[in-house]
Every structure is written in structure tokens, then in C-alpha cells.
């Protein structure tokens, strides 16, 4: 029996008369990679924010590790050992890179220890040239590498990413896929994806939304032949 | 990665101790005191809200009641040693208090600045409407707007008969002064200072993380006023009357405006706002063609449009770009500190 | 009977008075989403406006209802020319601003007016209800108030300034798209505003004696009043005036005037506790 990680069910999440998440059940395994695509206002974005806390759904349910989250706050969720990226980069601007890793390991370790795990994410991202830098001087994708960094240096069982690859060079995407591969060694990841090419070099399952609700789930590339997918989702671009 | 302690500490130390014996012969210590104990005010905003981002409209709130709560205790106790702790404990609970009920709630920016000033505003109202004999706490009157004169003022710990006062309370106030100025130095080098900058660079972000923001915030919160109601009870001593004034929006007015002047995100920069600006007004105040009010304003409105960063940070900004150069490696070191502290 | 309706129209003049002093910082934080804390100030200049024309022989409510706003108005424009300007899109660094304008203009009255107590006295004389008396100046307030709130209405809802502003109001980079200048709206709308607070304070003027300080009995009740109102203009400044104002004389008349303050400052404190986005971001949402 493989551990379930995170599960949600029945979640459903209304803004005023919007029905942005529509009775969406989902089951992660451990270790699982699983990409939520979706057109643009299909939930995916919504149902990230539930996960992550940000949101508190309207009725269903969260489990982490089989304990129930509904309604726990971002910093309690994270507290257990799960990493979330937001959409944006959302980092300290003012403060270095270094200093940014150090706050992040310093959750879970010493000071001593986080400075140390800190310089060795550095080491592994290869941001040792401007690892003093503040954050606010760097360039977009370097941020998100930071970011991606913050989120690993926890040493989470569970990671939660919201797009991202959006606007980065190919480049920073490789780099970006090979940590995120190395994540799945220890961690659940979950990402939410716009970029069809990035899903394609990373994926194996896929969670299609549409309307709210989980359209398909199967791997990527029987959601890729499906028509019914490339109809809503696809079609546009085909 | 930061200078070592030691050093700083060294530095401050030796730094301040030249100062304390320099000062008085160039302005008398009775205002001396004065200037000291509104640096210390001035470093409790500034560690709230140069470090912590907390813009608190109603810092003067924490410094009134201090300065009361030391003058009620000490008419009832006769002795001053547990007052001054009083005028430490009793602001801090009240801090603490009310930052965990607007950091739980989630409040931000304005909102906060609305209800600091607001409860400032109550305090003021309420005490200033205590002139009736029926407002006593055990045998203080409040006083109402005639405030609290003749307690016991500060004394040799268990010898109410031996005061501190005069020269000798000068050396006294300077001394808490470079004390309570390491322990905000210490407190922002250990991990809560620093998650604390974060917080104020990205709150989303180190929520994210793991750390509860509404209760560090709420702690850094209460240190704050700790710090202004140990000033308000130094006041109580140095004027010898406290009286409800201490609690006026201008009073809150000022104690912002010297950290906006000194510049936020600095230990001294407060300090040096509220020493500054307090004793421009105390010249000012000696002649009587222009109002000390419109050049306070006049002042603050100037730093905000033209200066908002605030002097000490302009000025070692400068200094950087001078002397930059020179002796690159240690100069690279403490801008890089710098720059951790501000953004 | 009579002690019930003379309560009834100290509840509306309390409401009346709020509506009055705050309607000049709301239209400002609603259009502009900027904080002015010379508010108070702007009031106090308005009262000492009308007094100064009153002296000089003008007629006492062409002096309240004309000079006062258009001289306060045209301060105000100042203000927004010099300062307020550059600081668009900073909530706090206005704040900061305008609470040095603030401390600018008091010391500026004071050099002016000397810091001694002036007055006027009110124009309309009181009545008697059963044995009660009742101040007549009551009455005219709550009909500034009302006609205030009408006023602003028919302006938001019938013309195409108003049709502009509420736009600006809603999202100013559409307002700037469709070719209207944010920085015209901007300045028209903050001389409005200003024009307004100096109304208040020429209303207010006569009921208290004036001094170059009197601006910080304003401002914070205003203040609150705005903020817990939220983001709808006039609905958000009724239901919280309405608020505030029935919990300040239940107390004032049960216990005394300075409890009715302060249990209205407490309830402004639950008040945004409760709804930290102000009354109207929860209730009457997407009204004017």
C-alpha cells in the first residue's frame, strides 16, 4: 500500500456566485509528480491556493499524511513540512540570496545548521557567484531559482509549485526540471503548469481542470491524445 | 557574514562612553537626560518599525503608560525599584495584548495605523476625564488632566531616602540608554531579528516558510513598548509629573517623525532624530518668531518627499560613496550588512 | 415623550455631525485611496475662514456655506499641487505627509491667530420641547447632512463627473485609458474634498470654541468613520456614522460625554476587528 500524501474531497470553493472549484477529489502518492493543467480559469490556481492555506475552501476537505488541514493557516501547512511556491516570485527583495536559503532552513534547524544547509542549496543551484546579492537586483528566473531553493532547503516530504517556469529562459527551465526531478527522490510534488512543452519534459500524471472541476486524470501522454482535452484546453492552440 | 559581535559591542561601548563624558560640557545634563530619554523612545519605534515594518501610530500610548504606571506605583510602594519594572511589564502586556489581537486579525497598514491611534486617543480621553476623587488606584489619584505630581522618584534600590537625580541621573539614563541600544543590537542579530526583517520584506513569504507571522509580530510588538514604557517611566522621573499629554496624538506625532528624520532601518538613526529634533525645539523654543509646530511639520514633510530614507542612511550612503574604495574587504562587509538591514 | 424625542435628535445630530466632518476625508479616501490627516486642519481653517469673513461683515452662512469651502478648497489644491502629488500610490508616505501638513497648518494658525480661543455665535436660536431645550443649530446640521449626502449622490450618479469618478474610483488606469487625465481627476477630486472638510468646519464652527488645535478633535473620528466605513462612498459613511453615532449618545446620555467617546472609539476598534476592509465590504457591497 503506497502512502497517500495529500488528498482532497468534495473541496469546492465559491467566490460570490463563482464556483471557482467544483467537488474536486484528488489523491497523491507518495513521491508522485503530478501536473494540474487547465485553460485559464479552469481552478487550478484556486485549488493550489486551498492546498497551500491561503484560501479557505467553502465546503470539502484537506488531507496531509491522512491528517485533516481544512482551514489551517499557510504557516501551519508549511510547518509540517510541505514547500509552496507561489505564482509570483515571492521572495525578500531586500535581503540576500543567502540570507533568504538561511530563513528558510532556519525553520526546521539551528542557526549554525541552516547557515550550513543554506550554503549547500547555494552550492547545488549554483547561485554561489551572487549569493550575496540581493534579491531585488536579480534577474526573474534567477529569483525563481532562489525561490525553488527556499522551498527544497526544507527538506519537504510534500512540495507545492504554481507555475514554475513562467517566464524563464530555456536555459532556466533545464535547470529547473533536473530540481524538480531531484525533489521527487524524497518529496511529493505538485505543479501547476500553463507551459505545455515544460509539462511534456516533466510529467508523467496529469490532472486536467475545466470549469472547476478534474476533467481527466491519466498520464500525460493519453491526456495529450484525448480529444476531449485538446477540445478545451488544447484546441486553441492546435 | 556580519562584523563580530564583540567588535560591536567594543565599539559601542567606547563610542558612547566618550560621548557621555563629552556631552555635558557642551549641553547641560537636565536636558541632556531629556534628549537621552527620547532616544530610547525614538530606538522603540524604530525597532518596530524600521526592523519589523509595524508602523504604530499611537507609540506614544506605550510611553504614557509607562510613565503612569511607574508614578501610580510608585506613590503606593514608596520605593522605586519595583515601579520601574512595573513601567516595563505593564506596556509590554498591553502591547502584547493588543498586537495579538490586530496581528491575529490580520490587520495591515492603515487599518493598524487606525487603531493605534485610536486606542492612544482612548487613553488620552479616559485619562484626562480622571480629575474626580472617585478615580483613585490604591493611593494615587489619577488627577485627570492635572496628571500626577509628587511620587517617589528614583532611588538607590532598597534605600528610598538615597534618590538618583541630577548629574548622577544623567549618567543613569545613558547608561539604560547603551543598554537597552546592545540588547536591541543582540536581539537583531539573532534569528528572531532577522526573520523579523523578513517579515517585513515578505510577510506572504515567511508565512510560507513555516513561521507563525502574527505572533512574532506580536512579540517584536511588545518588546517595543517594553522599551517605550521604560523611557516614559525615565520621564516620569526627569520631569516629576506625569500628566496626560504623555499620551497626546502630537507626543505619537513626534516619536515618528524623528525615526522618518534619523531613518528607518537603523539602530541610531532614531536615536540620533529624537536627540536632534528634541533639542532643535528645545532652541527653537527659546525664541518665538516662528512656531515650533509648523517647523516640525514643515520638517516631516520635507523627509517625506525629498528624504524618506532619513538622514543616517543618506549620510552613510555618502560616506560609502566617498570612502568606498578604501580598505575594500571591510567596507564591503558592513555595506553588505547594511544593506540586510534596510533593503 | 419629550425626553425620547429630544434623545431621538441628539441620536441624528450625533449621526448628522459625523456625516459632516467626515464626508470631505471620504470622498478623498474613496476616490484617491489617500489618507488625509490635515483633515483636521482643513476644518479648523474653515472655521477660522468663516469667522475671519463674519468679522469683516459678511453674512454668516454665505460665510460658512461659500467662502469657507472655496478658500479651504483652493488650500487644498495647493496641497495636492505641492505634496500630495508625488506621493500617489503610497499609502503610508501620504499618511506621514499630510500629518506634517497637519502640524504645519496648526503652527501657521497659531502665528496667525495667536493660540487663544475664538468663536462665533450660532445663527439660529433654540426651542423648548416640553421642559427641555433643544438647540435649533441641531436642526440645520442634520439638514447639511442630509442635503450633503443627496448632493454627492445626484453628483456620483448624475453626471458625467460623476460617471468619471466612479470609474477612477473603480480602476483609475481605465479612467486613463478612455483618455481621462488621472491627475485632473485627482486634483478636482482633492479640492472637492478640501472644499468640503472647510464646510464642515464652518458648520461645526459656531458649537465650539476655535483653536488652532481644534483639528485633532476631528480627525480621528472622521477617520474611523471613513475606514470602517469601506470601499462604498455613501453607504459606507451612513452605515458607519450611523453606527458610531447611536453607540456615542446611548453612552454619553447613560453614563457621560466622555464615555460616549470613548465607547465609540472601542466599538470603531471591534468594529474593524471584525471587518478589517471597513462595514461595506461586507454589507451594501457595490453600492455607491
Redesign the interface.
Known amino acids: 500500500m503506497v502512502e497517500i500524501v495529500l488528498e482532497s474531497s468534495g473541496l469546492t470553493m465559491r467566490f460570490g456566485g463563482v464556483v471557482a472549484n467544483d467537488n474536486v477529489n484528488l489523491k497523491l502518492q507518495a513521491r508522485e509528480l503530478r501536473c494540474l493543467i487547465g485553460p485559464n480559469g479552469a481552478g487550478k490556481s484556486t485549488f493550489f491556493k486551498c492546498v497551500a492555506g491561503l484560501l479557505t475552501p467553502s465546503e470539502g476537505q484537506i488531507f496531509m499524511r491522512g491528517q485533516e488541514v481544512t482551514g489551517w493557516r499557510p504557516h501551519q501547512i508549511a510547518s509540517l513540512g510541505v514547500g509552496i511556491k507561489t505564482q509570483t516570485p515571492n521572495v525578500m527583495d531586500g535581503l540576500s540570496v543567502r540570507e533568504n536559503i538561511w530563513m528558510a532552513a532556519r525553520r526546521f534547524h539551528s542557526a549554525v545548521e541552516a547557515r550550513e544547509r543554506g550554503d549547500a542549496m547555494i552550492d547545488r543551484l549554483a547561485l554561489g557567484a551572487i549569493a550575496k546579492t540581493d534579491l531585488g537586483q536579480l534577474a526573474h528566473g534567477e529569483r525563481q531559482l532562489v525561490e525553488l531553493g527556499l522551498v527544497a532547503v526544507g527538506d519537504p516530504w510534500l512540495v507545492l509549485l504554481d507555475e514554475p517556469a513562467a517566464g524563464m529562459s530555456a536555459e532556466d527551465v533545464a535547470r529547473m526540471t533536473e530540481i524538480i526531478h531531484e525533489l521527487t527522490r524524497t518529496a511529493a510534488v505538485v505543479v501547476v503548469e500553463h507551459d505545455m512543452q515544460f509539462i511534456r519534459s516533466i510529467a508523467e500524471t496529469v490532472t486536467v481542470f475545466h470549469q472547476g472541476a478534474v476533467l481527466m486524470e491519466d498520464h500525460v501522454d493519453r491526456v495529450m491524445a484525448d480529444q476531449t482535452v485538446r477540445n478545451v484546453y488544447l484546441g486553441k492552440k492546435a | 557574514m556580519q562584523t563580530p559581535v564583540s567588535k560591536d559591542i567594543l565599539t559601542t561601548l567606547v563610542v558612547s562612553a566618550i560621548l557621555i563624558w563629552l556631552a555635558p560640557y557642551v549641553i547641560g545634563t537636565y536636558t541632556l537626560t531629556v534628549l537621552i530619554i527620547y532616544g530610547m523612545l525614538g530606538l522603540s519605534l524604530g525597532l518596530i518599525w524600521g526592523f519589523g515594518g509595524i508602523?504604530c501610530f499611537g507609540q506614544g500610548a506605550f510611553f504614557g503608560l509607562g510613565a503612569y504606571t511607574y508614578a501610580i506605583a510608585a506613590i503606593n510602594f514608596g520605593e522605586s525599584t519595583l515601579p520601574m519594572v512595573l513601567a516595563v511589564l505593564v506596556p509590554a502586556t498591553f502591547a502584547l495584548l493588543l498586537g495579538a489581537?490586530?496581528f491575529y486579525?490580520?490587520?495591515t497598514?492603515?487599518?493598524l495605523?487606525?487603531?493605534t491611534?485610536?486606542?492612544t486617543?482612548?487613553l488620552f480621553?479616559?485619562i484626562?476625564?480622571t480629575a474626580g476623587p472617585q478615580y483613585v488606584i490604591g493611593k494615587a489619584r489619577l488627577g485627570g488632566y492635572n496628571g500626577i505630581p509628587g511620587f517617589q522618584t528614583l532611588n538607590v534600590p532598597g534605600n528610598p531616602d538615597a534618590y538618583i537625580w541630577g548629574d548622577a541621573y544623567y549618567y543613569f539614563c545613558a547608561v539604560a540608554l547603551v543598554i537597552v541600544f546592545l540588547l536591541v543590537t543582540f536581539l537583531l542579530r539573532s534569528s528572531f531579528g532577522r526573520i523579523a526583517v523578513g517579515i517585513r520584506e515578505n510577510e506572504v513569504r515567511i508565512a510560507l516558510m513555516g513561521y507563525d507571522v502574527a505572533a512574532r509580530k506580536t512579540v517584536l510588538f511588545g518588546i517595543g513598548a517594553a522599551i517605550a514604557g521604560l523611557a516614559g517611566a525615565l520621564f516620569a522621573n526627569w520631569g516629576e509629573i506625569v500628566t496626560p499629554t504623555l499620551f497626546n496624538?502630537?507626543q505619537s506625532?513626534e516619536i515618528?517623525?524623528w525615526c522618518?528624520v534619523g531613518g528607518l532601518g537603523t539602530r541610531l538613526g532614531p536615536i540620533l532624530g529624537a536627540a536632534g529634533l528634541a533639542y532643535m525645539k528645545f532652541l527653537l523654543g527659546q525664541q518665538s518668531t516662528?512656531?515650533?509646530?509648523?517647523?516640525?511639520?514643515?520638517?516631516?514633510?520635507l523627509f517625506?518627499?525629498f528624504l524618506?530614507k532619513g538622514v543616517v542612511p543618506a549620510f552613510s550612503g555618502l560616506w560609502k560613496i566617498s570612502f568606498g574604495r578604501r580598505g575594500f574587504g571591510k567596507m564591503h562587509d558592513t555595506r553588505r550588512k547594511r544593506r540586510a538591514r534596510h533593503g | 415623550m419629550d425626553l425620547s424625542f429630544v434623545f431621538l435628535v441628539e441620536v441624528l445630530y450625533a449621526v448628522a455631525t459625523l456625516v459632516v466632518i467626515s464626508a470631505g476625508l471620504a470622498v478623498v479616501f474613496g476616490m484617491m485611496k489617500v489618507?488625509n490627516l490635515a483633515h483636521g486642519e482643513f476644518m479648523m481653517m474653515g472655521g477660522y475662514a468663516t469667522i475671519t469673513a463674519v468679522n469683516l461683515g459678511v453674512n454668516v452662512f454665505v460665510a460658512m456655506l461659500v467662502i469657507a469651502p472655496l478658500v479651504v478648497g483652493l488650500i487644498g489644491l495647493v496641497v495636492e499641487r505641492l505634496?500630495i502629488r508625488?506621493?500617489y500610490g503610497r499609502?503610508?508616505?501620504t499618511?506621514?505627509?499630510t500629518?506634517?501638513?497637519?502640524?504645519?497648518?496648526?503652527?501657521?494658525a497659531?502665528?496667525i491667530f495667536g493660540n487663544t480661543t475664538t468663536g462665533i455665535s450660532t445663527p439660529i436660536p433654540g426651542f423648548a420641547v416640553g421642559d427641555y431645550q433643544i438647540n435649533g443649530y441641531n436642526f440645520f446640521i442634520i439638514v447639511v447632512a442630509v442635503a450633503l449626502l443627496v448632493l454627492l449622490f445626484a453628483v456620483l450618479r448624475g453626471t458625467r463627473a460623476g460617471l468619471i469618478a466612479r470609474g477612477a474610483m473603480q480602476r483609475s488606469d481605465m479612467a486613463a485609458a478612455l483618455g481621462y487625465s488621472p491627475d485632473r481627476i485627482y486634483m478636482a477630486t482633492f479640492f472637492c474634498g478640501s472644499a468640503l472638510s472647510g464646510l464642515a468646519g464652518a458648520i461645526v464652527a459656531p458649537l465650539v470654541g476655535l483653536v488652532p488645535t481644534s483639528g485633532?478633535n476631528y480627525i480621528?473620528k472622521s477617520?474611523?468613520t471613513v475606514?470602517a466605513g469601506g470601499p462604498s462612498l455613501i453607504a459606507g459613511l451612513v452605515s458607519s456614522a450611523t453606527s458610531f453615532g447611536v453607540v456615542n449618545q446611548v453612552f454619553a446620555f447613560a453614563v457621560?460625554p466622555?464615555m460616549g467617546?470613548?465607547a465609540l472609539?472601542?466599538t470603531?476598534?471591534i468594529l474593524?476587528?471584525l471587518m478589517?476592509q471597513g462595514i461595506t465590504s461586507r454589507f451594501f457591497k457595490g453600492k455607491l
Open positions: 508602523l489581537m490586530m486579525g490580520r490587520l497598514d492603515v487599518y495605523g487606525v487603531i491611534l485610536v486606542v486617543l482612548i480621553k479616559f484626562n476625564s496624538m502630537p506625532a515618528i517623525i522618518i516662528i512656531d515650533n509646530t509648523l517647523i516640525t511639520g514643515l520638517i516631516l514633510v517625506v518627499l524618506p | 489618507i505634496v508625488h506621493l499609502l503610508v508616505d499618511m506621514l505627509a500629518w506634517g501638513l497637519s502640524l504645519f497648518f496648526v503652527g501657521m497659531t502665528m485633532i480621528a477617520f474611523i475606514v457621560s466622555i467617546d470613548v472609539l472601542v470603531a476598534v474593524l476587528r478589517p
